[in-house]
C-alpha cells in the first residue's frame, strides 16, 4: 500500500501545511473532522473560512474517513489543543504505531496540564514525536512570504526529515532538541498576546506593550526552566520570534481577542466575534495552575487571569502590575 503524509485537522494550520506538503512530491492526506466539510473541501479545494488564499492541488486527498489514517508513515496533529485528547481517542486505532506524531498545537491542557506531546503520549503510547512552532501566521505563509519555524524533537533523525519536508523557497526550517521548552513557549506566548491586545485597545502606548512583550517573555521563560526546559529556546523562533508575532499582527486571533476586552467588550461577547479558537483563552487557565503547581512567578499571566475569570476590569489589571513592589530586573546570582 502507498504510504502517504497525513494531516489531522482542518483549520488554516492544517490546510497549509497540507499545501506545503504536497509541494515536496509525496501523496498527502488531509483530514477532517466532520465528513461534510471534508466533502466541500475535496470538491472546492478552497478552505474559504481558514485560509482562502491556498488551493489545495489534486494531488491532496481530503477525507473524513477515520481508517484512511492507517495509510499513513507519517502524521502531523493540526487540532487545536484543548481537542487533541478527543481527536486522538477518535483516531488511536487507526494511527500506525510506527509513524511518528509531529504537533503544531500551541497550549496547555486544561484538567491534566499536559503539553501536546504528553498527551499524545498518554493516548498513543511510546511514539516517536515531534513540534513544530515559531512565528507562522499562516495567512501570509499562504501568500509565500517569508517565514522561519523550528522543529523540535528527542530523536534527531525525525527532526531532520520534517526539516527537509517542510523546508521551501519561503520557509526555513531550523532544529531543536529542546520539546519543552518549544511547547511551553508556544503555549504561553498567546496569554501575552492577549494581554497586549487589551493594551491596543485601551491605547495606552508603545511604551506599555514593549514593557509587556519583554516581562511575559521573561515570566514564560521562568515557567519553562522550572519544567527543565533550556533558556536559549526563550530567545529563539519559538519563544521571541512567535511572541513578538504574535502580539503584533493583525492577523492574531489571541491579539484581537484582547483588543476587543480592551476596548470594552466582556470576554465572552469578544470570543464570539472571533472566527476560529483563540488558544490563549483556555491555556491562561492552564499556565496559571501550572505556576501555581511550580511556585513559578507569573505577574501578567496572573493579573490576565483575573481580568478574564474574575471579573477585574483591564485598567485594575494595569494598575495592579504597575504598584507591585519595586525589584531587580534580573535575579542576582551568587
Not at 262 to 269: C, D, F, K, M, V
Request: with cysteine; hydrophobic share 45%.
Amino acid at each position: 500500500m502507498q504510504k502517504k503524509i497525513a494531516i489531522i485537522g482542518d483549520g488554516a494550520m492544517g490546510t497549509l501545511c497540507a499545501w506545503i506538503l504536497a509541494q515536496s512530491g509525496r501523496e498527502t492526506l488531509l483530514w477532517c473532522r466532520h465528513s461534510q466539510h471534508a466533502a466541500d473541501l475535496a470538491q472546492s479545494r478552497v478552505n474559504v473560512r481558514h485560509l482562502p488564499a491556498v488551493r489545495l492541488p489534486a494531488s491532496v486527498e481530503v477525507t473524513g474517513q477515520d481508517a484512511a489514517i492507517s495509510q499513513a508513515d507519517l502524521v502531523f496533529l493540526a487540532v487545536p489543543s484543548q481537542h487533541i485528547r478527543s481527536v486522538l481517542t477518535r483516531l488511536a486505532a487507526h494511527i500506525p504505531a510506527s509513524a511518528p506524531v509531529i504537533s503544531l498545537a500551541k497550549g496547555i491542557e486544561n484538567d491534566t496540564l499536559l503539553r501536546p506531546t504528553e498527551i499524545c503520549t498518554s493516548i498513543l503510547g511510546p511514539h516517536l514525536l515531534a513540534v513544530i512552532s515559531g512565528p507562522s501566521i499562516a495567512d501570509e505563509v499562504a501568500q509565500g512570504l517569508p517565514a522561519t519555524v523550528v522543529v523540535a524533537s528527542s530523536d534527531e533523525e525525525l527532526s531532520r526529515k520534517v526539516q527537509d519536508l517542510m523546508s521551501c523557497s519561503f520557509l526555513r526550517v531550523y532544529r531543536n532538541a529542546d520539546v519543552i521548552g518549544v511547547e511551553i513557549a508556544g503555549a504561553s506566548k498567546n496569554i501575552i498576546a492577549i494581554a497586549a491586545g487589551i493594551l491596543d485597545g485601551l491605547a495606552v502606548g508603545v511604551n506599555a506593550k514593549a514593557s509587556l512583550v519583554t516581562r511575559g517573555l521573561a515570566e514564560i521563560t521562568r515557567l519553562g526552566m522550572a519544567l527543565g526546559a533550556q533558556p536559549e529556546t526563550f530567545s529563539g523562533l519559538a519563544g521571541l520570534g512567535d511572541l513578538v508575532t504574535t502580539c503584533f499582527s493583525p492577523s492574531s486571533r489571541n491579539r484581537s481577542f484582547g483588543q476587543r476586552i480592551g476596548a470594552g467588550l466582556s470576554p465572552q461577547r469578544a470570543q464570539a466575534e472571533i472566527s476560529g479558537v483563540v488558544e490563549g483563552l483556555p491555556t491562561t487557565r492552564s499556565v496559571v495552575a501550572l505556576a501555581r503547581r511550580y511556585n513559578v512567578e507569573m505577574p501578567i499571566s496572573e493579573t490576565l487571569y483575573t481580568v478574564l475569570f474574575e471579573d477585574c476590569s483591564p485598567r485594575e489589571g494595569i494598575s495592579t502590575l504597575m504598584s507591585r513592589r519595586p525589584k531587580a530586573e534580573h535575579h542576582q546570582r551568587h
